[in-house]
């Protein structure tokens, strides 16, 4: 069963973080939408962001995972307007086919998560979206699977993490009809792989030219050169080279350059 923290406790915890030098913390829940229904005194997610923000010291907030049966209103307003809360969102999709979603149990279907990704992106243009999708769900047909992959291809993920069906004893899944092989498993595993390549790759190339905040979190040489690699607040990783002005941990405003390898955008400082 669920059970949600103390918010005094996290806060405490954090306090203590960033008394240790600690600039960006991450909040992990199987659903943080969920939390604080526990609690004698119920707090919902939002409000406890809201509270973060107060934090002295702390400079970014990330958190994961969101289920997109129950992400509110209230999040997103707190999103928006947050100077802490960086903007990205995972927002597990796992298939774009609402009859694949209703066996999955998901409680949503591809329409109410278009409406929502519509309503997030409305609030906060700049954010990044990132998901999971499983492909190979017991049943799952081609047009199954090719609808799935269109409705991929129109929301335009930054990242998109790709994951084969794995039958696991025990489940409703597993003793469900309509199996697939591994090799048709692993051919649509290949495609959504490819998608979420351009994908990615657009993502990146759009923001070559524009001032992003990079946090420095450790040292490393590409080609005999030293650089300082970290993520921007979208979650886009980036290099700058290494000067005797900063030191990790450090939050650099910098401005896309060029891409040094495949996914790590090269950024000067500005």
């Given at each position: 069963?669920?059970?949600?923290?103390?918010?005094?406790?996290?806060?405490?915890?954090?306090?203590?973080?960033?008394?240790?030098?600690?600039?960006?913390?991450?909040?992990?829940?199987?659903?943080?939408?969920?939390?604080?229904?526990?609690?004698?005194?119920?707090?919902?997610?939002?409000?406890?962001?809201?509270?973060?923000?107060?934090?002295?010291?702390?400079?970014?907030?990330?958190?994961?995972?969101?289920?997109?049966?129950?992400?509110?209103?209230?999040?997103?307003?707190?999103?928006?307007?947050?100077?802490?809360?960086?903007?990205?969102?995972?927002?597990?999709?796992?298939?774009?086919?609402?009859?694949?979603?209703?066996?999955?149990?998901?409680?949503?279907?591809?329409e109410k998560y278009l409406n929502?990704?519509?309503?997030?992106?409305?609030?906060?243009?700049?954010?990044?979206?990132?998901?999971?999708?499983?492909?190979?769900?017991?049943?799952?047909?081609?047009?199954?699977?090719?609808?799935?992959?269109?409705?991929?291809?129109?929301?335009?993920?930054?990242?998109?993490?790709?994951?084969?069906?794995?039958?696991?004893?025990?489940?409703?899944?597993?003793?469900?009809?309509?199996?697939?092989?591994?090799?048709?498993?692993?051919?649509?595993?290949?495609?959504?792989?490819?998608?979420?390549?351009?994908?990615?790759?657009?993502?990146?190339?759009?923001?070559?030219?524009?001032?992003?905040?990079?946090?420095?979190?450790?040292?490393?040489?590409?080609?005999?050169?030293?650089?300082?690699?970290?993520?921007?607040?979208?979650?886009?990783?980036?290099?700058?080279?290494?000067?005797?002005?900063?030191?990790?941990?450090?939050?650099?405003?910098?401005?896309?350059?060029?891409?040094?390898?495949?996914?790590?955008?090269?950024?000067?400082?500005?």
């Amino acid at each position: 069963r669920e059970k949600s923290r103390e918010p005094e406790a996290i806060i405490e915890e954090i306090k203590g973080l960033v008394a240790d030098g600690v600039t960006e913390v991450m909040l992990l829940g199987q659903n943080v939408n969920s939390y604080g229904k526990t609690l004698e005194h119920p707090v919902t997610f939002a409000q406890l962001l809201e509270m973060l923000e107060d934090v002295e010291g702390l400079k970014r907030i990330r958190f994961m995972t969101s289920h997109p049966k129950d992400l509110s209103d209230e999040l997103i307003e707190t999103m928006a307007k947050s100077k802490k809360i960086c903007h990205h969102l995972h927002l597990p999709l796992q298939s774009g086919s609402s009859r694949i979603l209703k066996a999955m149990n998901r409680r949503y279907d591809k329409e109410k998560y278009l409406n929502l990704v519509d309503k997030i992106r409305t609030a906060i243009p700049d954010i990044s979206l990132t998901t999971d999708i499983i492909v190979g769900f017991p049943g799952e047909t081609e047009e199954d699977f090719e609808e799935s992959y269109e409705f991929v291809k129109k929301i335009h993920f930054y990242e998109t993490h790709i994951f084969k069906y794995s039958r696991r004893h025990g489940t409703k899944a597993a003793s469900m009809d309509g199996q697939l092989t591994e090799a048709a498993k692993a051919q649509r595993s290949d495609r959504m792989l490819e998608l979420h390549e351009i994908r990615a790759r657009e993502y990146e190339e759009a923001m070559i030219g524009k001032k992003m905040e990079l946090l420095l979190e450790e040292e490393i040489e590409i080609d005999g050169r030293p650089w300082y690699v970290g993520h921007s607040r979208e979650y886009v990783r980036a290099v700058v080279s290494k000067t005797d002005a900063h030191r990790v941990n450090d939050l650099v405003t910098v401005k896309a350059v060029a891409f040094v390898r495949d996914h790590i955008l090269e950024t000067k400082e500005v």
